[in-house]
C-alpha cells in the first residue's frame, strides 16, 4: 500500500474517531470513549508508518529527505503533532471529552491536505535554500507549538461553550453539564498556551539560526518571520496579563481563539504575501 | 517619570502597538511601489510616507521609539523588582513563615517508639537525599528543620527580560557596526570592492575574491539542485585560501562571512581555444567576443569577433580575426570540425573561411563554448552575533525556569508532646503548584520507612 493510500485511511480514521468522541460525550458510555481512543492511536500510528514510507521512498527517487519540505508535508505532519500532544494529554488526564474539540482539526488538517487544491502531494526535491540540517529541528519545533495552540484552542472552545451555560439558573442540560469544570479548563488553557509558547519561542530560534547560515542574517524581515514574532508577541500579552493582571476564565478562552488565528495567518495566510518563505506557496 | 515607564499599562501599550506596526508592515507594499503610486496620485500623500518610513516601517523613527519605550520600560521594570527579589532571595529561613504548620499542606506523624535524637537525625539524612543540604534550629517547642530547591527560579523573569535587552543590544551593535554588501564576479574574475546593501556606497575589501568556477545544477524535474561557487581569496598577491560556496554553507575569510545569494548569465559567451604549430598543442584560452590575444614567434595578434554557441546549425563556433604586418584575415573556428567534414568533404574548399589553419602554421580549434556566469555572494560581518546568540539562550533558560521549575521551601518540626513526638511537615513554592502536596506527602512516606528500619 502507498502512503499517500494510508494517509487517506488516516483521515477517514480520525474522522470516525472524532464521531465515536461525540457518540461518548453524547451517550456518556464509557465504551465509545475507550473505541474513539483506539482508533485515534491506530491513525497515529499508522500516519507515523506512512510518513516514514514516504521519507523512505525519497531516498529511493534519489531525492532522499525528511517529509516536512513543502506544505502538503507540513499539514500532514501538524495533524500528527495534534494528535500526538492530544493523546499524551489524554492519557496523563483521563479526560476523553476535549477529543469532540480536537480530533476533528487533525482531521481538517489531513482533508485540507488532500483535497485543496494547488497542494501536490507529490515528494519534490529540496531545492538548495532548504538542504540544510535545520530544517528538521525548525520545523519539528514550530509544529509542536502550533499543536499545542490548537489544543488551548480547542481548550478555548469549550470554556465559552461551557460558559453561556453558567448564567442559567436552571440545572445545566445534557451534554454541557458532563464538560470539565471551568477552573480546569482554564488551567488546561493556560499550560497548552505555556508549552505551545516554549515550542514557538525554540522555533523561531532555530529558524533564526537557520536564515543565519542560509541568508546571511538571523532577522530580515521576512513576512513569516514577522507573523510568527506576532504570534509570538501575542502569547506573550496573554501570559503576561495572566501573571500581572491575574486575567482568568473566558478572557483566556478568548485570547486562546485569537492566539490561534494568529498561528494559523503565520502558517497559512502569510503564504499569499511576498517573501523569503516561498517554498510553501502553491 | 518613573512610575510611567515602570508601569504594566506601558508594556502592554507598547507591545500592542509592536504588534500593530508589524501587521500593518507585512500588509503595506514594498518601497517602490508605494513610492510610485504615491507621486503618480497625490504628491502630499508622497510626502506622508516618506516622513512615516511607511513602505519600511521596520527601520522607521516610529518603531525605534517604540523598541526604545520597551527597552527602557524593560529596565526600568528590572530595577524595581530587583531588590524586593534580592531581599526574598536572602531571605532567612528561620523561623518560617507565621502560621505555617497551621495553614500550608502538612502531614502529621505520631510516634512513641523512638528517641527524639534518632528522629532527629532520620528528618535531617532523608531532607538531605532528597534535596542534598538542609538547616536546623532548636526552638522552645522542638527542633524545626529547613531544606529548599530551586531558589534561583526567583530570577526567572529577570532572565527572560535581560535575555530581550541583550538580543536587542546584539541587534543594535550590529545594525551601527555591521556591514552588509554585496558582490557580483564574473567567473575568472577577481573582484575586491563591494557594494552596500543599504544606500549606494562601495566597501573598500582589503583583499580581493575570485570566482574560479560558478556551477548550477538541476534535478530531473527541472527543479535547481545545487547553486556552487569555486572561490579565492587573495591578498597581498597571494591566494590565502580556496573554497567552495554553497546555499547554507557560507565561507569566512577575514571576518566577513560570505553567502551564495544569487547568479546569472554574463552578456558574453566565452570559448576555450587552443591552437597548434608544428604539432604541438598550446596551452588553453578562454576568450569572448572583443577579445584579443598575441601569437608567439610570428607578431601577431588575434582579435575574437564572435563567439556563437551554435552557428548556422553547425554547433559551437569562433570566428577570429589575425593581424600580422604581412596579413589581416578573418576565419571562423567550428568546434565539430571532423563531423561536418564527414559529412561534407569538400566544405573547406568551397568555404576557404571555414578553415581553422587559414593562418599558416597556426591551426586552431576549440574544445568547448559555454555561456560564463557571474555568481552574486553576500558580505556579512555583525559583531552582534555573540550578543544575540547569549541573549537566545538565556531566553530558553529563562523560559524553562519560568515554566517548569519552581521555588520550593520545606519545613519540618519535630517535638515533644507528652510521650509522643509530632512531627509535622510544612511546604510552600513561589509558584501556585499542585506538586508542593505531593512532594510533603512523598518526604512524609520516606520519614516513615526510614523510622520502621
Keep these: 500500500m502507498s502512503h499517500t493510500m494510508i494517509l487517506s485511511w488516516v483521515t477517514f480514521i480520525y474522522f470516525i474517531s472524532f464521531v465515536l468522541y461525540l457518540f461518548r460525550l453524547i451517550t456518556g458510555k464509557e465504551f465509545w470513549g475507550r473505541a474513539a481512543s483506539f482508533l485515534a492511536w491506530g ?56 477529543g469532540v474539540f480536537v480530533v476533528p482539526i487533525a482531521f481538517l488538517a489531513m482533508a485540507y491536505a488532500s483535497i485543496a487544491p494547488g497542494i501536490d502531494n507529490r515528494i519534490e526535491p529540496l531545492i538548495p535554500a532548504l538542504q540544510s540540517n535545520w530544517l528538521t529541528s525548525h520545523v519539528i519545533t514550530c509544529f509542536m507549538g502550533y499543536a499545542a495552540f490548537a489544543i488551548a484552542f480547542g481548550y478555548g472552545l469549550i470554556y465559552l461553550l461551557k460558559n453561556l451555560d453558567k448564567d442559567k439558573t436552571e440545572k445545566p442540560a445534557g451534554f454541557l453539564e458532563k464538560l470539565p469544570a471551568l477552573a480546569t479548563l482554564d488551567t488546561l488553557i493556560y499550560q497548552s498556551i505555556a508549552l505551545g509558547f516554549v515550542f514557538l519561542t525554540i522555533g523561531i530560534m532555530t529558524g533564526s539560526i537557520w536564515a543565519h547560515y542560509a541568508w546571511g542574517s538571523y532577522w530580515s524581515w521576512d513576512p513569516k518571520e514577522t507573523w510568527s514574532l506576532i504570534t509570538w508577541l ?40 511576498p517573501g523569503l518563505h516561498s517554498y510553501l506557496r502553491t | 517619570m518613573w512610575s510611567f515607564f515602570s508601569s504594566v499599562k506601558l508594556t502592554i501599550a507598547a507591545l500592542v502597538l509592536i504588534v500593530l506596526v508589524f501587521i500593518a508592515a507585512t500588509f503595506l507594499p514594498p518601497d517602490d511601489v508605494v513610492q510610485t503610486f504615491a507621486h503618480q496620485f497625490s504628491p502630499g500623500a508622497a510626502e506622508i510616507i516618506l516622513f ?12 525605534y521609539l517604540l523598541m526604545t519605550l520597551l527597552s527602557l520600560n524593560l529596565i526600568i521594570c528590572s530595577i524595581n523588582r ?115 546593501a543599504k544606500g549606494d556606497g562601495i566597501q573598500q575589501l582589503n583583499f580581493s575574491v575570485r570566482c574560479d568556477k560558478f556551477i548550477v545544477e538541476f534535478y530531473e524535474d527541472g527543479t535547481p539542485k545545487t547553486y556552487r561557487s569555486d572561490l579565492s581569496f587573495i591578498k597581498n598577491g597571494q591566494v590565502q585560501r580556496r573554497g567552495t560556496l554553497l546555499v547554507n554553507h557560507p565561507l569566512t575569510f577575514d571576518k566577513i562571512r560570505f553567502y551564495q545569494s544569487s547568479f546569472g548569465a554574463a552578456p558574453e559567451i566565452k570559448a576555450t581555444v587552443t591552437y597548434t604549430v608544428a604539432g604541438k598543442k598550446s596551452g588553453s584560452l578562454a576568450l569572448a567576443a572583443g577579445d584579443t590575444f598575441d601569437l608567439p614567434d610570428s607578431k601577431a595578434r588575434g582579435v575574437v569577433l564572435r563567439v556563437e554557441e551554435n552557428f548556422m546549425q553547425m554547433g559551437p563556433a569562433i570566428k577570429l580575426r589575425i593581424i600580422s604586418q604581412k596579413k589581416d584575415i578573418q576565419f571562423w573556428v567550428f568546434q565539430q570540425l571532423d563531423n561536418l567534414l564527414a559529412m561534407k568533404p569538400d566544405l573547406l574548399k568551397e568555404m576557404p573561411i571555414f578553415n581553422p589553419g587559414l593562418f599558416t602554421p597556426f591551426v586552431f580549434s576549440i574544445d568547448r563554448v559555454e555561456q560564463t556566469y557571474y555568481t552574486g555572494l553576500h558580505l556579512v560581518r555583525d559583531p552582534g552575533i555573540p550578543l544575540v546568540a547569549l541573549g537566545g539562550l538565556l531566553m530558553i533558560v529563562g523560559l524553562i525556569i519560568v515554566f517548569f521549575i519552581s521555588y520550593q521551601q520545606f519545613w519540618v518540626r519535630v517535638e515533644k ?27 512524609c512516606r520516606q520519614i516513615n520507612e526510614e523510622m520502621k528500619t
Design chain 2, 82 to 196: 530587583f531588590p524586593a527579589l534580592w531581599r526574598q532571595y536572602k531571605a532567612p529561613h528561620f523561623p518560617e513563615p507565621a502560621d505555617s504548620f497551621d495553614n500550608l499542606p502538612q502531614s502529621l506523624i505520631v510516634t512513641e517508639a523512638k528517641e527524639v535524637s534518632k528522629i532527629k537525625l532520620i528528618v535531617k539524612s532523608c531532607l538531605e537525599k532528597k534535596y542534598r543540604s538542609s538547616e536546623e534550629v532548636d526552638t522552645e517547642i522542638g527542633s524545626i528543620f529547613y531544606a529548599e530547591k530551586g531558589r534561583f527560579s526567583l530570577f526567572d523573569v529577570c532572565i527572560v527580560h535581560l535575555s530581550i535587552l541583550v538580543m536587542i543590544a546584539g541587534a543594535i551593535i550590529g545594525s551601527i557596526f555591521g556591514l552588509e554588501a554585496n558582490i557580483n564576479i564574473k567567473e575568472g574574475e577577481s573582484v575586491n570592492i563591494a557594494t552596500l
Design chain 1, 234 to 273: 501575542i502569547y506573550a500579552i496573554i501570559l503576561h496579563a495572566r501573571h500581572v493582571r491575574g486575567w482568568r476564565g473566558k478572557r483566556m478562552a478568548i485570547f486562546a481563539l485569537i492566539g490561534f488565528a494568529c498561528v494559523l495567518f503565520t502558517y497559512l495566510g502569510v503564504n499569499y504575501l
Design chain 2, 52 to 63: 512615516f518610513h511607511l513602505s519600511d516601517l521596520y527601520h522607521s523613527p516610529l518603531f
Design chain 1, 43 to 98: 491513525g497515529l500510528s499508522a500516519q507515523a508508518i506512512a510518513m516514514i514510507i514516504r521519507w523512505r521512498t525519497s531516498y529511493s527517487l534519489g531525492i532522499g529527505h525528511i517529509p516536512l519540505a513543502n506544505l502538503y508535508e507540513s499539514m500532514v505532519f501538524f495533524a500528527w503533532t495534534i494528535m500526538l500532544i492530544y493523546l499524551i494529554i489524554e492519557w496523563r488526564t483521563k479526560s476523553k471529552i476535549i
Design chain 2, 417 to 443: 508532646e507528652g510521650a509522643k513526638i509530632r512531627i509535622s511537615i510544612a511546604g510552600r513554592s513561589n509558584r501556585n503548584d499542585q506538586q508542593i502536596q505531593k512532594r510533603i506527602d512523598s518526604l
